[in-house]
């Protein structure tokens, strides 16, 4: 798992997004991926595609050890109107300085209570966590599910 | 801001629109309400001071208004006079007119009502005409999701065979790599053995060399020929065709041939010979192969051929002659 990878990949998006550009490409890793599904279901974006440099898959190609370095995940850009969607994504947790907290800490951040000089969620805000089995979820359900975890990013 | 009638460039008979109920607006509250009481809101994460249902706003219906607004005064009046029985009946008049207005925009809000509610179920079905595709049952249901690609590795791992062809691709690469730097190191070796033939290592060699550079012409070594080139030099003026030519005219016939570098460059191209002009590595390796020997001898084996068919032929020709003679 690289942060700084993540921090790149969310700036890219933010960027994109900013642009009003419908699609935007980023590496395929495992982290990406779970971020990336994420703000899908938070309603950030409109599809996820595999694709590689160039373009979306047309059919589906599988990523072997030859083409990985290649591979790209296709993102969908949502708009309403002309107003961009997400607007901020943001690393919570630096290379040089995680926040790892426990499930009584999530739930103080989650219920709006500043915890660790972090500011807390936002209402329309999704803040992805890095649970223990390396699952990313967004930080409503670690909270349901008793979880602790490493704050990744937030979304707005 | 300009006041009255100077907002309607100063046109006098035109109202200003009322205040009139949007239907549009409120047709798409009630569609949204429909759907944001469906699901379950978690109570944890209301925030306060908000309902996790939305709160229904109230409408009245046009007897409700004008019972609130245009009621029938229930006063009763023993005596009215004319003035007060005019005013009565503009009330009354007036009190009409606002009801049938009232009832009649009642009308027309239900019927533009009913037509929003068409269009909304006419979107509905284009939008589930939207999402029906061609795709068979079979190929949805065996669609990859995001989550079966998490449940397994990433990146598909290699097959048996494929890592053996690769271990096998890495072993040859590595031989190849090996031999390379062998080979360079063994002609580096054998370079530098033949040049130290040419080292001067006795007081004689060197009084040879001092005489030598001497002849040249030149003490500078930046500018001299190399040694290699004072030979060729000597040996070229043993020739009988260039006995008499001096250094120089020997340079100019050899068109800058002779410049450091090239000669040597060139010899190593074509002979295979190392930059001193002797044996390379390829013609030492021949010799311990023995395929120079074989070379030679099937050169000689061909030679002794030639010789025996040029015999053959001239034999046959004199016998020709002969018989022609005859």
């Known amino acids: 798992m690289s942060l700084v990878n993540l921090a790149h990949v969310c700036s890219h998006i933010q960027n994109c997004s900013r642009n009003r550009v419908p699609l935007a490409a980023v590496s395929m890793t495992r982290l990406h991926l779970q971020v990336c599904a994420g703000l899908y279901k938070e309603g950030f974006l409109s599809s996820i595609q595999r694709g590689d440099a160039n373009k979306p898959d047309e059919t589906f190609i599988p990523a072997t050890p030859q083409n990985i370095a290649t591979r790209k995940l296709w993102l969908g850009l949502k708009y309403d109107g002309f107003n961009p969607v997400l607007s901020k994504l943001r690393l919570i947790s630096k290379p040089s300085h995680k926040f790892v907290l426990d499930e009584y800490q999530l739930r103080d951040l989650a219920v709006g209570k500043e915890v660790r000089k972090i500011s807390p969620l936002a209402p329309g805000e999704a803040i992805f966590v890095k649970i223990n089995n390396d699952d990313v979820v967004e930080i409503r359900e670690a909270v349901a599910k008793r979880l602790g975890g490493q704050l990744l990013c937030r979304a707005s | ?326």
């Open chain 2, 1 to 326: 801001m300009v006041k009255r009638i100077a907002k309607y460039g100063f046109k006098s008979g035109l109202l200003p629109k009322s205040r009139l109920r949007n239907i549009a607006k409120e047709f798409a509250r009630a569609e949204t309400d429909k759907t944001a009481t469906q699901g379950y809101a978690d109570p944890l994460f209301v925030p306060r001071g908000s309902a996790a249902e939305p709160i229904q706003k109230t409408t009245k219906t046009a007897d409700e208004i004008i019972n609130d607004s245009a009621k029938v005064s229930q006063k009763q009046l023993s005596h009215i006079s004319p003035e007060q029985k005019l005013k009565s009946e503009k009330a009354t008049i007036r009190r009409t007119y606002l009801s049938d207005s009232l009832r009649l925009q009642e009308l027309n809000d239900k019927e533009e009502w009913k037509k929003l509610d068409e269009m909304a179920k006419k979107e509905k079905v284009w939008r589930a005409g939207l999402l029906k595709t061609e795709d068979s049952e079979a190929t949805k249901l065996t669609l990859p999701t995001i989550n079966s690609f998490l449940n397994k590795p990433l990146v598909e791992p290699y097959t048996e065979e494929q890592r053996a062809i690769l271990k096998a691709k890495r072993e040859s690469n590595r031989i190849a790599l090996e031999t390379k730097f062998a080979e360079q190191r063994a002609r580096q070796y054998l370079d530098l053995y033949q040049r130290a033939s040419k080292f001067i290592v006795t007081e004689e060699q060197l009084e040879e060399a001092i005489e030598r550079a001497v002849m040249n012409g030149t003490s500078d070594s930046s500018k001299s020929t190399s040694f290699y080139n004072v030979d060729i030099l000597k040996s070229e003026r043993n020739n009988d065709q260039v006995k008499n030519f001096s250094n120089a005219q020997l340079v100019k016939m050899h068109g800058g041939m002779l410049t450091d570098g090239l000669v040597p460059k060139l010899t190593q191209e074509l002979v295979g010979s190392t930059d001193v002009g002797r044996p390379g590595l390829a013609e030492i390796r021949d010799v311990l192969n023995g395929n120079a020997d074989e070379y030679t001898k099937k050169v000689n084996d061909f030679k002794l051929k030639k010789i025996e068919e040029d015999k053959a032929a001239a034999k046959s020709v004199l016998d020709d002659v002969v018989s022609n003679k005859s």
